[in-house]
Structures are given as C-alpha cells and as structure tokens.
C-alpha cells in the first residue's frame, strides 16, 4: 500500500528564514502530490500540487515544492518564514481517489 | 457561496449510540470524501463517493457507513459508537479526484 512519510515532527525556525518540509512517499507510479496546511481548529487548506511537468511548483503563500522521481520526495520550502506561517503541514498521495495523508509537521514560528 | 459545510460541530456519544454527520457542499462538486484525523497520525480516508447514488470504501472504513442520495450531501452514519471512533471528522469534496476542499470538522468524542 502507498504511504507518505514526514520525518519531522516538529521544525522551529526564526521568521525571516528559510524552511524546507520534507516528504517522502512510498508508490511505484507517481500519484498525485499536495501541500496541505491546517492552522488550529481549521480545516485543511490546499498549498500546492504536483501532477506532471515542470517538477519545482508554485503555491499560495510563497510556498514552492520540488519533486524528485528519484528520492521519492516532494519537499516543502518557503524562503522567507513569517510569523503566520506556524501551522500544522501536511503532504499527501492521491492515487486512484485511495487520499493518503502523512502524520503532519508543527511549524512553529520564533520572534 | 458557504463551501463545504459539517453539522454538527461538537457531539458526546455514549458507546452504543448511534448517529449521523452531514456534510454538504454548494459547489457541485461530483467528489466527497470522509476523513478521520487523529494525533500522530495525519488524516485516514472512510469512504468516498465519485458522484450520487455512488460510494467506495476508504483506508479505514470499518465501523462507518456513507450514503450519497443527493448530489450536494455526503452522510457519515455511525451505527454503534465505539470509544475509538472518537477523533475529529473531516468532509472534503471537489470537482476531480486531485482537487478537494475541506470542511471546518465535526469533533466527536464517544464515552
């Protein structure tokens, strides 16, 4: 069965600098790939998705996300952190409507 | 246009009971799904259904039911509430299989 791995659990970062989440996934083809991001209470909401092409995307919020075939990664970067950005981050697998999510990365935020 | 909207918010059941959860969407979105999200352990898929009158089982839908009778509803039906049935419940739904837009959740607690 696919899965998503997030090996952090929790990233601090001071704001104003960079940020890169990682994410591996576990599947023979390429499935879909997404960023989601969940502030407290909330719901989830859509950063970024990969499907095909240009394997570096653009997202919301200044977020961009890399693809790599080879390592099986879709990692999470932001080059400048701001405080609003502390948040829950989720990356996720979509292969044939089976929506795999991994268990998630605490962004937290220092003045 | 509300989006994606769950009823109720918050409920308490005692192990035994039953219950349903609405979910609705005012998008015409032809995708819904159900999730579960738990500490550690991201969001698990229930059920989806790929448009009325469909539904498909998830990664862990042992314990649920769905009913899909109308475009713009997606029930979630518990039949005998069990204590580790208690998590927050997530409704998605969207246009294609890799594009999904999240409700605000509905906490359930089972004693």
């Known amino acids: 069965a696919q899965s998503v791995t997030q090996p952090d659990i929790h990233i601090t970062v001071s704001e104003g600098a960079s940020l890169e989440l990682r994410c591996n996934y576990s599947?023979?083809?390429?499935?879909?790939l997404f960023w989601y991001v969940q502030s407290p209470g909330q719901g989830l909401q859509l950063l970024l998705k990969?499907?095909?092409?240009?394997?570096l995307v653009q997202g919301i919020k200044g977020f961009e996300a890399e693809f790599k075939r080879s390592q099986s990664s879709f990692n999470l970067r932001k080059p400048s952190v701001h405080w609003s950005d502390a948040a829950e981050y989720f990356c996720a697998v979509n292969n044939n409507n089976d929506m795999r999510f991994g268990a998630g990365t605490r962004l937290t935020v220092k003045p | 246009n509300a989006g994606v909207t769950q009823t109720p918010k918050f409920r308490v059941l005692k192990t035994g009971q039953s219950m349903t959860l609405l979910c609705a969407q005012d998008m015409n979105h032809e995708y819904m799904y159900w999730y579960r999200q738990d500490p550690g352990m991201g969001l698990r898929l229930i059920h989806y259904?790929?448009?009325?009158?469909?539904?498909a089982k998830g990664e862990v839908p042992d314990g649920y039911n769905v009913s899909r009778l109308k475009k713009q509803n997606f029930l979630l039906g518990l039949e005998s509430a069990a204590p580790s049935q208690t998590s927050v419940y997530f409704c998605?739904?969207?246009?294609?299989?890799?594009?999904?837009?999240f409700g605000p959740g509905t906490r359930l607690t089972v004693t």
């Open positions: 599947y023979g083809a390429t499935p879909y």
């Open positions: 259904s790929v448009g009325e009158g469909t539904t």
């Open positions: 998605a739904s969207g246009l294609a299989v890799y594009e999904q837009y």
């Open positions: 990969y499907f095909s092409g240009d394997t």
